[in-house]
């Protein structure tokens, strides 16, 4: 459904859609994504990322179904050395990701029938994203200066969806194992990494040069986890999902995109 059918602002717009669909599973895939807007939008991102989770998470409490709802790397501080586990204390930088942990927080107190996606560095042929915002500044720009010293896993929002469809799956099955779990693709990478691959394989008859630079040189509203590298293993065990090639979505997202 889209926002002319429910505005995740209004949440007795929330409650009134789930009384009129009656479902068994919901999935709730929206967010107020725009990390460094939320900063001076915070009651926005706190309608959007908390308090319409909240009404989901109570609304599908009240009906006895489940709800599959997607979070973010974003809620970890990016201080640990490794892949962070879903254990991990949480430590948001922005007010993104606060309100996103603020969401898995009202989802977990009111649904124990749930399942909390994290997942990383969406990417795709469609929306706005850093693939479609790499492309676009190289086509008046012969050299890009892109941040170096962020790692994470660029993850295809169709790989998401067919882990979202797995876990569906397995919920419409009655095998549910509920709780947190971490899904992105294999390889992390960082943003100037990613920028290079995206420019190798789309060329488009330019060469367009990608210089490293660090944070301090990029400075952002909102500050950003350093490290942001998900340890999927978890939702492996429980659900049979396999960490993606990045680089291969990456492949079949490009294709979709006008030459």
């Known amino acids: 459904m889209g926002r002319d059918e429910c505005d995740l602002a209004d949440t007795t717009a929330v409650f009134r859609v789930i009384a009129e669909k009656a479902p068994d599973l919901v999935v709730n895939a929206a967010a107020y994504t ?15 990322n908390a308090e319409a989770p909240a009404a989901l998470a109570q609304a599908c409490a ?17 201080a640990k050395l490794g892949a962070y586990v879903e254990a991990d204390p949480i430590g948001p930088l922005s ?10 927080a009202a989802v977990r107190d009111r649904l124990d029938r749930h399942v909390i996606v994290r997942t990383s560095w969406v990417f795709s042929s469609h929306g706005t994203n850093f ?34 469809l797995r876990v569906a799956e397995t919920v419409r099955r009655r095998k549910s194992t509920w709780g947190t779990f971490h899904f992105s693709s294999a390889e ?6 990613f920028a290079q691959a995206i420019f190798a394989l789309a060329r488009a008859g330019r060469d367009v ?3 490293p630079i660090s944070t301090a040189e990029y400075p952002t509203a909102a500050r ?16 049979g999902i396999s960490q993606p090639s990045w680089r291969a979505a990456l492949v079949d997202a490009l294709l979709e995109l006008p030459a």
């Not at 492309?135 to 008046?140: E, I, K, T």
């Not at 170096?148 to 929002?157: F, V």
């Not at 992390?188 to 990494?193: I, L, M, S, V």
């Open 131 to 164: 693939l479609k915002t790499m492309l676009r500044l190289g086509q008046s720009n012969s050299a890009l200066r892109v941040v170096s010293d962020q790692t994470g896993a660029p993850t295809s929002a169709r790989d998401i969806a067919r882990a979202v």
């Open 209 to 211: 040069a990608v210089t």
């Open 34 to 48: 725009a990390v460094d807007r939320a900063e001076s939008e915070p009651e926005l991102a706190m309608k959007v």
């Open 62 to 78: 009240e009906r006895g179904a489940a709800l599959i709802h997607l979070s973010t790397d974003y809620v970890f501080d990016g």
């Open 224 to 239: 950003r986890p350093l490290n942001s590298v998900l340890d999927c293993s978890r939702i492996g065990e429980a659900y």
């Open 188 to 193: 992390p990478t960082t943003w100037h990494g």
């Open 95 to 104: 007010v993104y990701g606060r309100t996103k942990e603020a969401g898995e």
